[in-house]
């Protein structure tokens, strides 16, 4: 055994799938310290006493055929742990222009809060997968400006002013956004959150219509309204 030392293994012993000089007795393939003295991602194949190799050569044989060493993004160094030229997947920031980490440091909690957790990491198996990550951040852009533009319009209405008209809600004056004008008294307004909202709505008479006036200059629609109203009958 290539840790412990011992000779002679009785049972099963275990042989390293990448190194074919590293062999374990069963007691230190369960020891922790074992494995932290190795590689934790190498594979080791059980064989009997008999010492017959055949089916681990078989099956070495047939790993290195499908198994490729990990890509390194040479001149790319790891934010997290400053190792250069990362080896494996690099998972790189969708929001920052140069912010990336290891696959060690991405799985790290404490490295991962060291940025903002709230952007999102891409992970770039190889060099060759960058245009890959170029769409997902094209993506991640192009619905951050369509969120701040819905964000842009909402203030802008928000920002209305109705001035000489308070709410009889809250007291808001001048009245900002969307007012609701009563359809049955002539002098009652609220603004858009006491007009959602429940406690402020019962001090109304709950059968009265209210007529929303987005801007100042469509108090005449709500003129047009009433005089609808009043030839029904209403």
């Known amino acids: 055994c290539h840790f412990c030392g011992k000779i002679d293994i009785g049972g099963f012993w275990y042989k390293c799938l990448q190194c074919t000089n590293c062999d374990r007795c069963s007691s230190c393939m369960s020891s922790p310290k074992a494995w932290a003295s190795h590689d ?3 594979r080791f194949f059980p064989i009997q006493t008999n010492n017959d190799l055949s089916h681990y050569w078989i099956v070495k044989h047939d790993m290195e055929k499908t198994w490729q060493p990990p890509y390194v993004h040479l001149g790319v160094t790891c934010s997290g742990c400053q190792t250069p030229n990362i080896r494996g997947a690099r998972h790189r920031c969708l929001m920052c222009d140069d912010y990336e980490l290891c696959r060690d440091c991405a799985s790290d909690p404490e490295k991962r809060m060291q940025h903002n957790p709230k952007h999102p990491l891409f992970p770039i198996k190889s060099p060759l997968d960058k245009s890959v990550y170029d769409e997902a951040r094209r993506q991640v852009n192009d619905h951050a400006e369509a969120r701040m533009t819905r964000l842009v319009v909402n203030r802008a209405r928000t920002s209305i002013e109705h ?6 809600g809250c007291a808001q004056t001048p009245l900002l956004g969307v007012r609701y004008r009563c359809m049955v008294c ?13 406690v402020f709505r019962d001090n109304h008479p709950l059968d009265h219509a209210f007529f929303p006036i987005p801007d100042p200059r469509f108090v005449t629609a709500y003129d047009d309204a009433l005089d609808r109203l009043s030839r029904l009958g209403h």
């Open 40 to 42: 934790p991602s190498h």
């Open 163 to 168: 001035h000489d008209v308070t709410c009889m």
């Open 186 to 198: 002539l002098d009652y307004d609220l603004c858009s959150q006491c007009h959602s909202d429940p």
